[in-house]
């Protein structure tokens, strides 16, 4: 039943998309600049790529680079929360001018939102903890050991991983929750077995729960390539966008603000590429 109702929901949600306007309110690249600001939709929680201080201050990767693409535009940057579910709608409607927040590429999101060239990469894998041991009966190698009906999967709404433990683990029950933050909690607190996400993340968030005895497995599931996304046929800005990455990756500078804010260089580096 859950799961019938999750893909009823998920068939609504892109039909839903691919009947708003291509663009909306969208605004193409002189608008953006004769406004003077450019909104960049963030992750409101999600450390170290983007999340507010104790101050209330902005920071996290997201953060800078979104920085370096107003700076090149010639105009402030306006961080604007956009929870994970929210990125495509917030795009079409023209909330936002474009969306940064861990965006990967696929083609169904591609039917209703334009992408640049990739940003980063994330690399998936499956977090659990050492309660899996007992439950197991042994210590699981690998995710392929996970499809059964007596586990629980936490994801987060409109995540690519979600579909995949659809997918790949259709025996295990799935939780749908709003956020990375929400998902670690959930483990930590045994309310679900444990989750598939983005594997760079990790550290961060499981500083929060020192009590809890974590295990990343070692089989790392995939590789995606995360854009930046904007309006469908929105290509002045899409352009402006492909050219500023070349200027900020051709001279390492991505690499250098990840290694900066993850401890660790990327796992899967993007590579500067001047052919759009």
């Not at 939709?41 to 209330?56: A, D, E, F, Q, Y």
């Not at 990967?104 to 977090?127: G, Q």
């Not at 749908?176 to 933050?181: F, I, Q």
């Amino acid at each position: 039943m859950l799961k019938s109702a999750l893909t009823a929901v998920a068939a609504f949600a892109v039909g839903a998309a691919l009947m708003m306007p291509a663009t909306g309110a969208a605004r193409d690249l002189d608008e953006i600049i004769k406004s003077g600001v450019v909104k960049i939709g963030v992750n409101p929680n999600l450390p170290p790529l983007s999340s507010r201080n104790t101050k209330g201050e902005w920071e996290g990767f997201d953060i800078d680079i979104g920085k370096l693409l107003a700076a090149k535009l010639g105009v402030e940057a306006e961080f604007v929360p956009t929870d994970v579910p929210a990125r495509v709608p917030s795009i079409i409607s023209g909330i936002i001018d474009m969306s940064l927040g861990g965006l990967t590429r696929n083609s169904r999101r591609m039917k209703v939102i334009d992408y640049t060239v990739p940003l980063h990469t994330e690399n998936m894998a499956v977090l659990l903890t050492d309660r899996i041991g007992g439950k197991l009966g042994k210590d699981p190698a690998s995710w392929k050991e996970l499809n059964r009906d007596d586990l629980t999967f936490v994801e987060c709404r409109g995540c690519t991983p979600a579909q995949w433990v659809k997918d790949n683990l259709p025996n295990a029950d799935l939780m749908l929750v709003e956020n990375s933050a929400d998902m670690v909690r959930t483990v930590a607190q045994g309310r679900a077995d444990g989750l598939v996400a983005n594997l760079d993340f990790y550290p961060v968030l499981l500083n929060n729960y020192p009590d809890t005895n974590w295990v990343i497995l070692p089989d790392v599931i995939k590789t995606a390539y995360c854009a930046i996304g904007v309006a469908k046929g929105n290509h002045t800005l899409q352009s402006f966008l492909n050219i500023a990455l070349w200027e900020i990756q051709s001279v390492g500078l991505h690499d250098q603000l990840w290694e900066q804010h993850y401890g660790i260089p990327p796992i899967v580096s993007v590579k500067a590429q001047p052919y759009f």
